[in-house]
């Protein structure tokens, strides 16, 4: 195998461990220093405001129910990106029944951060997909580290947030 395609390998079996991350992040922060050019819209929250407890007890089962993941062992970059691109889809999914609990008032904005991180890793995951088929190693480099910055600071907040089960 070629120098440049043990790298190409290489940047590709990163992204994909970066976007396993971001999944079960969701599954499940300080201040980001590098945003998305995506805006994050999150859904709007139904159903009665939950008491704490409830709230945890609810994300938490969300959470332990995310779905199996995807093979993450891709032969091609095609193969690669594919699965980036389930891994974001995934991701929405589970922002979406997040974000559809009503915390309590003293848990809102923490719980809006949280998903707005988790998000944003979604829309990186997109990006990094379309960086892996194009090729472009820079890109897939870029998206990369932005998806680790990404994992830690949702790690750093879920746990804020009393949610070690959707942390990492």
């Not at 999150?42 to 709230?55: D, N, S």
Request: glycine residues 6%.
């Amino acid at each position: 195998m070629s120098r440049r395609r043990k790298l190409f390998a290489g940047v590709v079996l990163a992204l994909c461990a970066a976007a396993a991350v971001v999944i079960v992040l969701t599954a499940g922060g300080g201040s980001d220093t590098q945003s998305s050019s995506t805006t994050v819209v999150l859904p709007l929250p139904i159903g009665p405001v939950l008491t704490p407890a409830e709230y945890r007890r609810k994300a938490t089962a969300i959470c332990a129910s995310a779905p199996k993941l995807p093979n993450l062992d891709p032969s091609s970059s095609e193969d690669a990106a594919a699965t980036m691109r389930r891994l974001a889809q995934l991701t929405d999914e589970q922002v979406t029944r997040l974000g559809q609990l009503r915390p309590p008032a003293a848990l809102t904005a923490r719980a809006q951060h949280v998903l707005t991180l988790v998000s944003e890793g979604a829309n990186v995951l997109r990006e990094a997909a379309d960086a892996t088929s194009a090729g472009d190693n820079d890109r897939m480099t870029k998206t990369d580290e932005r998806l680790s910055a990404l994992a830690e600071q949702s790690d750093v907040a879920w746990r804020g947030l009393g949610l070690p089960t959707c942390a990492g």
